[in-house]
């Protein structure tokens, strides 16, 4: 299948900085992107929908002001976590589908973030 | 809008028994439905997907999937399982509103093979 890496796996900062976390699609171009955040034991939830060129679509209840996503190319979109809270401190995963009409969709390996 | 539930929050099963794991759709339309899979720590790995055609679907690592429109149900089954099975299991249907064709997940199944 395709790969999509995510960098980096695991990072910690402190209250009030700021970290931005990248997901490449390695060999294949992707239109749109989907980051996801994952709480212990608890399924995904769909953060936005990143697409090349244009601002991010974000679901219902998430701040884009403090989740900034940049898909500045077709293979690299980022999420940025604007001043950092403890209450941040989770899983986040991105996605990709290999074409518009493809209906599977290949992970990145996940980010932990934790912030203290 | 469109959902998928996974009424069970673990399963236990005993290495080499056959293995299910649950979920039901609601959704409104044909359903496109997939099984991933995640091991701690890390991102998912796709192992099937129905789209249309034969109910009985087979995926990666010996994994199948059977769709069953009259109980909207898509479980997830193994003839015999291995302790390298252990992992999270996570149903999930396509829902195409506003064009982009999101994933929306489960909840997730813990999955543990005893030896």
């Known amino acids: 299948g395709a790969v999509v890496s995510q960098h980096p796996s695991r990072v910690i900062c402190k209250s009030g900085t700021s970290v931005k976390i990248e997901c490449r699609s390695l060999?294949?171009?992707?239109?749109?992107m989907f980051w996801y955040r994952q709480f212990p034991k608890k399924s995904l939830m769909l953060m936005a929908t990143s697409n090349e060129g244009s601002k991010a679509t974000y679901e219902q209840g998430v701040e884009k002001d403090k989740f900034l996503i940049n898909h500045a190319s077709l293979t690299l979109s980022t999420l940025t976590v604007t001043s950092a809270h403890p209450e941040d401190s989770s899983f986040y995963i991105c996605s990709a589908r290999t074409g518009p009409r493809n209906t599977e969709a290949f992970f990145g390996q996940g980010t932990r973030l934790t912030v203290v | 809008a469109q959902s998928v539930a996974q009424p069970e929050d673990q399963v236990n099963v005993a290495e080499g028994n056959p293995l299910t794991v649950k979920c039901t759709y609601s959704v409104s339309g044909n359903p496109y439905l997939f099984w991933y899979v995640q091991y701690p720590n890390r991102g998912l790995q796709f192992l099937l997907k129905y789209i249309t055609g034969d109910n009985l679907v087979n995926g990666s690592y010996g994994f199948e999937a059977e769709f069953n429109k009259s109980q909207t149900s898509f479980h997830l089954k193994k003839p015999s399982a291995l302790v390298s099975d252990s992992a999270l299991y996570f149903c999930a249907v396509r829902d195409s509103t506003g064009g982009y064709n999101k994933l929306i997940f489960g909840a997730g199944t813990r999955l543990a093979v005893h030896p």
């Open positions: 060999d294949f171009q992707a239109t749109t």
